[in-house]
C-alpha cells in the first residue's frame, strides 16, 4: 500500500534539503518515487502542511540494556516507580524506566534506531533479550573488549595483529554486536590489582602492556577488518581536574585512525582556579578541530536525579561517596570486565555541576561541524533521555541559555565562553546532528535521510516556538511505514530489530577461545553465544556485512 506524507516541510541534509516543501511516497517499509496517477487516487495521504519533517532520529550512545542497567534498577526502585494509572492499549506502558518505556518515550520523540555502548561479551545473551523487549524502535550494541583477560593474554604473549583481529571479529559475531566498545582500556584489570588511577601509558599489572597500546591495537582491528563505526573510546581519567591532557592525547594516539570519543563532556576539564576546576573546553575543541580522523559525542548534563553507570569501576568507585541517595555498589566479571552504580543529583547550586553543564554547551556551541559532534547526554549518566527536548532548546535558544545561565553560581560566567556564544543552532543542525550524522557514523546507509530507498522511519513535528515543546511529543512518527505516534502519543506497537555485524575470520581463534573457556570459565562456550532464538524473536537480527550490503 503506498502511502503520501504531503506538503512536508523538509529538512534532510543528505540530500541538502534545508525546509523545503516536499511530498514523501512509501510503500510498505520504504520511501519511494511517486507512484502512477491510478496508485495515487488508492494511497493514504496525510496533509502536514507547515509541519517540520525529518527522518528518524538516531541515538549511538545510550544506556538501555544489560547488567548495569539492570543492577541500576534494583538499586533504586524509587526510579521507576510505577503509576497508577494503566493505559490499556500499550503492555506496561506505566511501567516507568522499563524496557518498554524505553521503546515508547524514544519513539514519541520521533526517535527509530538506538545503540547500547557498553555490551559485556558474556553478558550478551541477556543484552539481547532486553532489546528484544523494547518496542518500536531498533536497537543495536556495542561490545566492550579492552580489559579481558583473553586479549591481553594475546598481547602479553606478543600474538600477532591478524590473531587479535580474529579475536575481535569473533567477538562480534558470537555476540551480534554492532561495533567495539574500549572503556579505559586495561583499567579494569589495574583495578583489581589494586591501582586506583590509570593512565593512557600506565602498564597493566601482571600483563606488561598499557593503555595506549591495548588501545591503538584494538583500533587497527577494527579499521582493518572494516568495521563501519570506528572504535567507541571512553578515555581514561574519566572527570577529573585535568583531563582534558588525556583526552588530547588520545586523539595524537589514534596516529590519523578514525576514532570515536564518547561523553567528552567529561574530558573538558582542567584544573585551575581556586576551586582547583575550570572549563577546558576551548582547548578540547582547538585539539578537535585539528584532528579530522576524531569524532564525539558530548554527554551533556542537565540538572536533576538521575544515576551513573558505567564499566568504568575505577572511576565509579572513586565517585561512591558522592552518592545522592546514599547507596551505590560495584562489581567484577573475573575474566572480562567490572562495573559500578552511583546514584547522582546534578544541582544548580553546585559549582562543579553548573560548570559541567556549562562546559557541555561549550562544546557543542564551539563546534563548527556538526557531522563529527554528536548529540548525547550519555543516558542516564549527565541526564535521561527524555530531556534531550531541553537540551535542543538550550542549543537552539540563546535568550534560555542566558537565563538559565543566570541561576548558577556567578563566577560560572567569568570561567567560561558561554555568555559571549550567542550561536544558535538551526533546524538543519539539528538534523544532521541526530539523523544524519549518526547514520553515517554507523554505516546505515538506509537510515537518516528521507530519499528513495530509505527506511520508512519519519518523525513529524508542529513548529512551536518552545522549542522543547515541539521535540518533546512527535505529531506523528512512522516505523517501517506505519504510524506509531499520532498527536504525540504511541498508537501502535511494533516489534523492533537488532543490527548486528557478519564478521570473516579465521576458525583457529574457536578452538584457542575453547580452550581458554575450559580452562578459567564456569560458563560454557555454548551459553556465551548469541543465537537466533536466544531474544525469543527468530528474525529479530538485521546483519550488516562490513562491505555495507544489507539482509534481513
Not at 524496557?99 to 555490551?119: C, H, K, N, T
Not at 584532528?291 to 565509579?316: C, E, H, K, R, W
Request: aromatic letters at 10%; a negative charge; charged letters at 20%.
Amino acid at each position: 500500500m503506498y502511502r503520501c506524507i504531503r506538503n512536508a516541510l523538509v529538512y534532510d541534509p543528505v540530500h541538502q534539503c534545508n525546509g523545503e516543501n516536499r511530498d514523501i511516497w512509501m510503500k510498505d517499509d520504504i520511501i519511494c518515487a511517486a507512484p502512477s496517477a491510478e496508485e495515487q487516487k488508492k494511497a493514504a495521504i496525510y496533509d502536514v502542511e507547515g509541519k517540520v519533517v525529518m527522518a528518524a532520529a538516531i541515538d549511538i550512545h545510550s544506556h538501555i540494556a544489560g547488567g548495569n542497567v539492570n543492577n541500576a534498577r534494583v538499586l533504586l526502585p524509587e526510579q521507576h516507580r510505577s503509576h497508577l494509572e494503566r493505559q490499556q492499549h500499550l503492555p506496561f506502558n506505566n511501567a516507568k524506566w522499563s524496557s518498554f518505556d524505553i521503546g515508547y518515550r524514544y519513539a514519541e520523540m520521533g526517535y527509530g534506531l538506538v545503540i547500547e555502548p557498553a555490551m559485556l561479551p558474556v553478558n550478551a545473551p541477556q543484552v539481547h533479550a532486553e532489546m528484544a523487549d523494547i518496542p518500536i524502535i531498533d536497537t543495536g550494541a556495542l561490545a566492550i573488549l579492552g580489559s579481558d583477560d583473553f586479549l591481553l593474554r594475546l598481547m602479553r604473549a606478543k600474538a600477532s595483529q591478524a590473531q587479535i583481529n580474529d579475536y575481535v571479529s569473533w567477538t562480534m559475531n558470537v555476540t551480534k554486536a554492532m561495533g567495539l566498545k574500549v572503556i579505559n582500556a586495561g583499567g579494569a584489570q589495574a583495578f583489581k590489582m589494586g591501582s586506583e588511577t590509570f593512565g593512557l601509558d600506565d602498564i597493566v599489572p601482571q600483563y606488561g602492556v598499557s593503555s595506549r597500546q591495548i588501545l591503538q591495537t584494538l583500533q587497527k582491528a577494527v579499521v582493518q577488518t572494516n568495521m563501519p563505526h570506528p572504535v567507541h573510546v571512553h578515555c581514561n581519567n574519566l572527570g577529573t581536574p585535568g583531563n582534558v591532557k588525556t583526552i588530547i592525547d588520545t586523539m595524537e594516539a589514534a596516529q590519523g585512525l578514525p576514532m570515536h570519543l564518547a561523553h567528552v563532556q567529561f574530558y573538558g576539564y582542567g584544573d585551575e582556579g581556586k576551586y582547583g576546576f575550570s572549563s577546558s573546553a576551548a582547548q578540547l575543541m582547538a585539539a578537535f578541530a585539528s584532528y579530522p580522523n576524531i569524532t564525539m559525542d558530548v554527554g551533556q548534563i542537565l540538572f536533576g536525579q538521575t544515576v551513573t553507570l558505567s564499566g568504568d569501576v575505577m572511576a565509579q568507585y572513586s565517585r561512591r561517596q558522592d552518592a545522592s541517595p546514599q547507596k551505590w555498589m560495584v562489581w567484577h566479571a573475573e575474566n572480562e570486565g567490572s562495573g559500578g552504580i552511583v546514584p547522582y543529583h546534578y544541582k544548580q547550586a553546585s559549582f562543579v555541576n553548573g560548570l559541567q553543564w556549562a562546559i557541555g554547551l561549550e562544546i557543542f556551541l564551539l563546534s563548527d561541524d556538526p557531522w563529527r559532534l554528536f548529540f548525547t547526554t550519555d543516558h542516564p549518566n549527565g541526564a535521561p533521555f527524555t530531556r534531550y527536548p531541553e537540551l535542543i532548546r538550550l542549543l537552539m535558544d540563546y535568550d534560555y541559555r542566558m537565563a538559565c545561565l543566570e541561576t548558577l553560581h556567578p563566577e560560572i560566567q567569568q570561567m567560561t565562553l558561554l555568555k559571549g556564544l550567542k550561536r544558535e543552532y538551526s533546524l538543519y543542525e539539528i538534523a544532521i546532528m541526530t539523523r544524519a550524522a549518526p547514520a553515517k557514523l554507523l554505516g546505515q546507509v538506509e537510515r537518516g535521510h528521507l530519499g528513495i530507498g530509505a527506511k520508512a522511519d519519519i518523525a513529524i513535528y508542529k513548529q512551536n516556538t518552545d522549542i522543547s515543546t515541539m521535540f518533546r511529543h512527535a505529531d506523528m512518527v512512522f516505523k517501517n511505514g506505519e504510524m506509531v505516534v499520532e498527536n504525540g502519543e504511541v498508537k501502535l506497537q511494533q516489534h523492533g530489530q537488532t543490527l548486528s555485524l557478519q564478521m570473516g575470520y579465521n576458525d583457529s581463534i574457536e578452538l584457542d577461545v575453547q580452550a581458554y573457556f575450559d580452562q578459567f570459565y564456569a560458563v560454557k562456550l555454548s551459553n556465551y553465544r548469541v543465537t537466533e532464538d536466544v531474544a525469543a524473536g527468530m528474525n529479530r537480527f538485521i546483519y550488516q556485512g562490513v562491505s555495507g550490503n544489507f539482509s534481513s
